[in-house]
């Protein structure tokens, strides 16, 4: 009877925890989800879209996907995720292209939350958006020529989920298209909410995570943010990012590592769960999994390089900011006026 009650006090709380995350994503998404097929509609999209196409041509995709990347890096992942199918239909995707689409929202998404997490910790937030940016538009252009040149994943695409399809029966298809999607993005985020907390308790997180360090040593990092680098790279950048704000502020982890530990979680992180998402989308975990994490190592090896190379005035000039002395001087500066 004790452990019926504890598994139900556990559920509780992964779904009150899961539905204050669901409400706020719903916020975001549904406005962006009618304001897309209100554009559609009016036939907008036909003059927004080339715009993106240069960038999009770059990497071998519709310049309509272009409108999916912006929505992402401003909202993140889920803000993107539902409009895909709603911009290009399945049909005329290929696996190789939601490869390519995902590996690129991967890295780049959700800029404006993501990146000021990461500033607060130290690390510049245009240099380290730019970094994302660049690298995750040349690790899609890389992976597009390298499909383009071997024909691998040139199938047809397969989605196991479709979150919005492209809704051929007016308003009225397109809202029970949502609701649908409504639904099963609540099962997904439940899922995963619970099961990551049962691989906590398990302690096969912690194993993950004692696995992953060494590898982690390969882009430069010390043992002193090898941690906080893994546990971004497995949960996200809300964990890895708050946990390393607060070695910043006790000043005793390294400016220059935890320069090097936040590019490296701009580039990997969330792997989990973001990753089973545009798998189930479609693309190849081969792509967006093995690959991104090969290449935000090796990435973050070459800035690390270069890191190393500035002078500590360069470096702090342009890579990192001292937030722990600007809060102190702020501190000072509210005191200063209370006692006035």
């Known amino acids: 009877m004790e452990v019926d009650m504890k598994l139900v ?70 803000g993107a995720v539902p409009i895909v199918f709603t911009l ?23 800029l404006p939350v993501e990146q000021r997490i990461i500033a607060q910790a130290g690390p510049s937030f245009l240099l380290t958006s730019l970094l994302r940016l660049g690298g995750g538009l040349l690790y899609a252009f890389m992976l597009h020529h390298l499909f383009a040149a071997t024909g691998w994943l040139s199938q047809p695409l397969a989605p196991a989920w479709v979150p919005m399809e492209d809704a051929t029966g007016g308003w009225v298809s397109m809202f029970g298209s949502l609701a649908e999607t409504l639904i099963s993005m609540f ?29 982690l040593r390969l882009s430069g990092m010390s043992r002193d943010v090898g941690p906080f680098a893994a546990i971004g790279l497995l949960l996200g950048i809300s964990y890895g990012g708050a946990l390393l704000i607060r070695e910043a502020r006790s000043d005793v982890v390294e400016p220059r590592q935890i320069f090097v530990a936040c590019v490296f979680m701009g580039f990997a992180h969330s792997i989990i769960e973001d990753t089973l998402v545009v798998v189930a989308l479609g693309a190849d975990i081969w792509g967006v999994l093995v690959g991104r994490v090969a290449v935000a190592i090796a990435f973050t090896a070459v800035v690390a390089f270069c890191v190393r190379a500035l002078s500590e005035e360069s470096f702090r000039k342009w890579a990192f900011r001292d937030e722990r002395k600007r809060n102190r001087r702020g501190w000072r500066f509210w005191r200063r006026k209370r006692v006035a």
């Not at 290009?88 to 959700?110: K, N, R, W």
Request: overall charge neutral; charged content about 15%.
């Open 187 to 215: 099962a997904i985020l439940w899922a995963l909410s619970v099961g990551l907390e049962l691989s906590k308790r398990l302690g096969v997180l912690d194993r993950l995570i004692a696995m992953i360090r060494p590898v």
């Open 88 to 110: 290009v239909p399945v049909e005329q995707l290929s696996t190789a292209d939601m490869t390519v689409f995902s590996a690129l929202l991967l890295i780049a998404h959700g």
């Open 9 to 78: 006090r556990f559920l509780a709380r992964q779904t009150r925890e899961t539905l204050e995350i669901y409400w706020l994503l719903v916020r975001i998404m549904v406005p962006v989800i009618l304001a897309t097929e209100l554009l559609k509609e009016l036939g907008a999209l036909d003059f927004i879209s080339p715009t993106f196409g240069p960038v999009m041509a770059l990497i071998g995709l519709p310049p309509e996907l272009g409108l999916a990347w912006l929505t992402g890096l401003l909202v993140g992942l889920w």
